[in-house]
């Protein structure tokens, strides 16, 4: 079964960096995309990122565009999210997903999801 561990997030100041990693096992990471995720206390979870099997194809909802970027390494079966020049706005609970499917406007999550990990954006 899909296992995926979420990593890299914590406290930065607004204007900071974070790299956010996803390990994942359990199938084959390379044929499917990767999508992030965010969820902030008493919001819906929405997708921030995604990114095709072969990393041809990237998907950024409009707050993050030009900050944030999404890049894969299937060879260590691990996906990033590189975040830059963070607002508090982005603090939230951020997840992946590595077994859905990205088309050009939309990114279809599959059902495995990590324990997600916390970004804090605040002064």
């Not at 607004?14 to 199938?27: E, I, K, N």
């Not at 909802?61 to 299937?74: A, C, E, L, Q, Y």
């Not at 607002?87 to 859905?100: S, V």
């Amino acid at each position: 079964q899909v296992q995926l561990v979420e990593s890299g997030g914590g406290l930065v100041q607004p204007g900071g960096s974070l790299r956010l990693s996803c390990a994942a096992s359990g199938h084959t990471f390379s044929t499917y995309g990767m999508g992030w995720f965010r969820q902030a206390p008493g919001k819906e979870r929405t997708v921030v990122a995604a990114i095709d099997w072969s990393g041809s194809t990237t998907y950024y909802t409009d707050s993050v565009k030009g900050r944030f970027t999404i890049p894969r390494d299937n060879a260590k079966n691990t996906g990033y999210l590189q975040m830059n020049s963070l607002k508090p706005e982005d603090t939230a609970l951020y997840y992946c997903n590595a077994d859905g499917y990205l088309m050009c406007d939309s990114y279809d999550a599959g059902t495995s999801w990590g324990q997600g990990t916390q970004v804090t954006v605040s002064s």
